[in-house]
């Protein structure tokens, strides 16, 4: 029975230091598409705020009968994707979809875990010019002070920590966007980018004190409680 009480203190105590999602300040989602063949040309934009999540926009044109593009932009919660498509015969042709994402928070101390996933596909058909390509760039910032900056063009996993000794002002920036152009050729890419930010704080002060003086004055009070709890 005592044996089963320190159990469960110990798991109160831990269950209080595992890391959480963590709950950004503000937000803002921007996705946008536009495309073009030709003297032609579609664009649409939209952001949340004001709008609420999902976001989706998209564009489509054409320029005679085997010139086309298209392209769109996607965000929710956590995700971001985009497509770019373009065809041309003759008529120069570029699709290009994006999405963003921008959150502020004040966290710490304790370690900051950033994930996120990032999975792209690309074509080309054609003798003639044509260009498909998709990009992540990912800034996280603390207290003024740059802890992560980088891009990628293929697919990549990424997974790591951040210590942050106290608390911290700081934003998590992801740009996501693909192009496809072409002349005479034909071109498409998608992408998406999954991601999230956690937070494993600092035990409280006052927790741990608690644990320190409960189990030994359970020993100090209790005759024969460390031979009990051993099972002896």
């Known amino acids: 029975m005592l044996r089963i009480f320190v159990v469960l203190l110990l798991s109160v105590v831990t269950s209080d230091v595992q890391a959480a999602l963590l709950v950004f300040s503000s937000t803002e989602y921007q996705v946008g598409a536009h495309a073009a063949a030709g003297s032609n040309m579609d664009e649409h934009l939209d952001s949340s705020p004001p709008h609420p999540l999902p976001l989706s926009a998209s564009a489509v044109v054409t320029a005679g009968v085997d010139n086309h593009a298209s392209a769109s932009g996607f965000a929710d919660d956590g995700v971001l994707a985009a497509s770019a498509e373009s065809g041309s015969v003759g008529t120069d042709t570029v699709g290009f ?81 693909n192009l496809a152009s072409s002349s005479d050729a034909s071109a498409s890419d998608s992408s998406a980018a999954h991601f999230q930010l956690s937070l494993e704080p600092v035990p409280e002060p006052s927790i741990v004190a608690a644990m320190l003086i409960a189990i030994p004055l359970m020993l100090a009070l209790l005759p024969g409680f460390g031979s009990r709890l051993l099972g002896k």
Request: hydrophobic share 40%; proline share 4%.
């Open 97 to 177: 979809g994006g999405g963003s994402f921008l959150g502020t928070f004040n966290a710490g101390p304790g370690t900051l875990q950033l994930h996120f996933q990032f999975d792209t596909s690309s074509r080309v058909l054609g003798a003639g010019n044509a260009q498909a390509d998709a990009k992540l760039t990912v800034t996280l910032i603390s207290n003024g002070e740059t802890l992560y900056t980088e891009s990628f063009e293929a697919p990549n996993i990424v997974s790591t920590t951040f210590e942050l000794p106290e608390s911290s002002a700081g934003s998590l920036n992801f740009v996501l966007f």
